[in-house]
């Protein structure tokens, strides 16, 4: 009779790792879209900075001194040096932006699909 208990035990302990398994990949997307989901936040209040340090500086006089952080060290600039600097700065972060909104819909995408295939529902807790 042991050896009639003994497919179930290995059938239980497939099912098991099939479930583990599951919910590891599961975590990992769900770990995946938290930390771009984060960085896409970052990367917002990086472009609002930016405008913001442009609307400001804009209506200034060229030669006015003004100082800028640049690779941790403060340096002093005129308002005409820094504003093409800042607006390369703000489209390389816009840019950076976009394509980290791209991967974040690629990989909810994928999520979705991965789910639908492995017939994998979210139960949430109370």
């Given amino acids: ?8 035990v290995a059938a239980s302990g497939t099912a098991s790792k099939k479930q583990a398994d599951l919910q590891a990949q599961y975590n ?11 960085k896409i936040g970052e990367l917002e209040s990086e472009v609002d900075e930016h405008k913001l340090v442009l609307e400001t500086l ?31 700065n703000a489209k390389g972060v816009e840019s950076v932006l976009q394509q980290l909104v791209k991967e974040y819909k690629k990989t909810e995408e994928d999520m979705k699909k991965w789910q639908t295939k492995n017939k994998v529902q979210v139960v949430q807790g109370p």
């Fill in 58 to 88: 804009r209506p200034l006089p060229d030669s006015r001194k003004c100082f800028r952080m640049i690779g941790g060290v403060l340096v002093e600039r005129t308002v005409v040096e820094v504003i093409p600097a800042l607006e390369t």
């Fill in 1 to 8: 009779m042991s050896e009639s208990s003994s497919p179930s």
């Fill in 28 to 38: 990992d997307y769900k770990s995946t879209l938290q930390q771009l989901a984060q």
